[in-house]
C-alpha cells in the first residue's frame, strides 16, 4: 500500500477517500498509543491465535505502517496493518476510529490475511499481491498484476519476512516481480487479455480495434490513464 502518513499522537485525521466510512475527526475518539514492546506481544498473540506464520504478520505490520498505529494512507488505510475501512465492515469492524486501536487493527488485518492465503492455497506471492492491489484485481489478471507499488510492496513484505526468520518458499514470487517489472510492448498486448476478454458480446464483431495502455499506469491521480482504448478500425 502507499506510504503511510504519520499522524500526531493526538488523535486520527478525518476521513479523506470514498472507502472510508465518512466519519469526523470528531466522531472519532483518540487511542493511546501502547509501546513497541507491547505491539509486539500483540502481534504475537494475534498471529497465534488465527494460525498465520508470525514472521508474515510481522513482515506486513513493517511495510504496512512501520508500526505507527496511528498510520493513514492516502487512500485511506488506517492503523498497522493499513486496513481500508471497507474491507475492515466485511469482518464486522464498522466503526473506522477502532481501526487505530492496535489489538482491533491486527485482528482485522491477520484475519484478512488468513482468508487471503486460504484462497491463494497458502501461495505467498499472490496472497500478499492480494492484501496490497485487491484479491479483485490478482483474480482479474491471472496474478500478473503490474502495478508499481504493488511489485516493491510484495518485494519489501518478502524481504522482511525472511529477515524474520520465514522459511517458505518466496524465490517463485520474487522472480515473478521481476518478470512484471520488464513487461514492455507485446509482452504487454499478451498480457491484455487477462484484463479483457475479447470475445464478450460488446466487443465480438466490434468495428473497433484496441490499442493498449500499459495496464501499469492504471492508477488512482491526477495522471491516471486507462488500460485499453478503443479506436475505430482502420479500413484494410
Known sequence: MEAPTVVPETGPPPASTTEASGATEAEVKPVPVPDRKAIDEMVEATA?????????VKAVVTAESAYNPQAVSRAGALGLMQVMPATAADYGVEDRGQLFDPETNLNTGTRHLKRLLAKYKNDYGRAIMAYNAGEGVVDRTGSMVTYAETLSYTEAVIRHYRRNGGTKPTDEALAKVRQLRNLKGNQAKQLLARYLDLNLPSLRGSSRTIRVVEPGLNEDGPK?????????????
Open 48 to 56: 497465534k491465535r488465527h494460525g498465520v506464520e508470525l514472521a508474515l
Open 224 to 236: 491516471r490513464r486507462p488500460m485499453i482504448v478503443l479506436e475505430a478500425r482502420k479500413p484494410d
